[in-house]
């Protein structure tokens, strides 16, 4: 729910934001190269509780000026999904959603019609019948980093796995290291498995696939 930036200029700040806690995994595309697709999968874990889990995948500019996400937010006791670009500048408005059962599969789309003139589709649905459908005009935030991140405020990583699956990263490269070598892990702070991810390229483009990858535990 919050660009990865403002927790970084916080713990810089003050070390006992520690109410809040992160766990994220990061694709970053090389240099003056960018994400016109992410898509894939995740499993929605038991939700222990009515509070502030906030469970994501998301992209974000080089900047990290904000970030556009589905967020799966357990605030009010049963899991909600819905799209958003994360907080300011543009300010947008919060696209529409739907509640998620615990061990339900979301499927989730943000694919950008063209890296210049940057506005970006969402597509959301559910194994539980759910679906939904965003538009984000963000023409000057390309997008060089797509994250699966696990926020917390004051509760800890309780729910077992968050688990993703069919994962694919499209962006103007024809390097692959960035997918091929990753993702990074912050702080190694989560044990995770993965398949190794496959990058192909053709016309300009790498096509990264990652057929699972799972944020198991805390480390
Ligand atoms: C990727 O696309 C952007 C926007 O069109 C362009 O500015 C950039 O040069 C491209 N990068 C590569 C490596 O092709």
């Given at each position: 729910?919050?660009?990865?930036?403002?927790?970084?200029?916080?713990?810089?700040?003050?070390?006992?934001?520690?109410a809040q806690t992160?766990y994220?995994?990061?694709?970053?595309?090389?240099?003056?190269?960018?994400?016109?697709?992410?898509?894939?999968?995740f499993v929605a874990p038991p939700l222990p509780q009515a509070a502030t889990y906030y469970l994501w995948?998301?992209?974000?500019?080089?900047?990290?000026?904000?970030?556009?996400?589905?967020v799966l937010d357990g605030r009010s006791g049963t899991w909600w999904i819905?799209?958003?670009?994360?907080?300011?500048?543009?300010?947008?408005?919060?696209?529409?959603?739907?509640n998620v059962a615990n061990g339900q599969?979301?499927?989730?789309?943000?694919?950008?019609?063209?890296?210049?003139?940057?506005?970006?589709?969402?597509?959301?649905?559910?194994?539980?019948?759910?679906?939904?459908?965003?538009?984000?005009?963000?023409?000057?935030?390309?997008?060089?980093?797509?994250?699966?991140a696990i926020e917390l405020y004051d509760v800890a990583w309780t729910f077992g796995q968050f688990a993703?699956?069919?994962?694919?990263?499209?962006?103007?490269?024809?390097?692959?290291?960035?997918?091929?070598?990753?993702?990074?892990?912050?702080?190694?702070?989560a044990?995770?498995?993965?398949?190794?991810?496959?990058?192909?390229?053709?016309?300009?483009?790498?096509?990264?696939?990652?057929?699972?990858?799972?944020l198991v535990r805390p480390?």
């Open positions: 729910m919050k660009a990865l930036t403002t927790c970084f200029a916080l713990l810089a700040l003050v070390q006992y934001v520690s992160w994220f995994l990061t694709f970053t595309t090389p240099a003056g190269s960018y994400i016109s697709s992410y898509t894939g999968s995948p998301g992209l974000q500019p080089p900047d990290n000026a904000g970030v556009l996400q589905p819905g799209d958003g670009w994360c907080c300011a500048n543009p300010s947008l408005a919060w696209g529409s959603g739907f599969t979301v499927n989730f789309g943000m694919k950008v019609n063209s890296i210049q003139s940057g506005t970006w589709a969402t597509t959301l649905s559910s194994s539980g019948g759910g679906s939904a459908t965003g538009s984000f005009p963000l023409p000057t935030h390309p997008m060089n980093q797509a994250i699966m993703f699956s069919n994962v694919v990263i499209v962006a103007n490269t024809t390097s692959t290291a960035w997918c091929t070598n990753g993702p990074s892990n912050y702080q190694n702070a044990v995770v498995t993965k398949s190794t991810p496959v990058a192909t390229v053709s016309g300009g483009q790498t096509t990264c696939k990652i057929a699972s990858i799972i480390a």
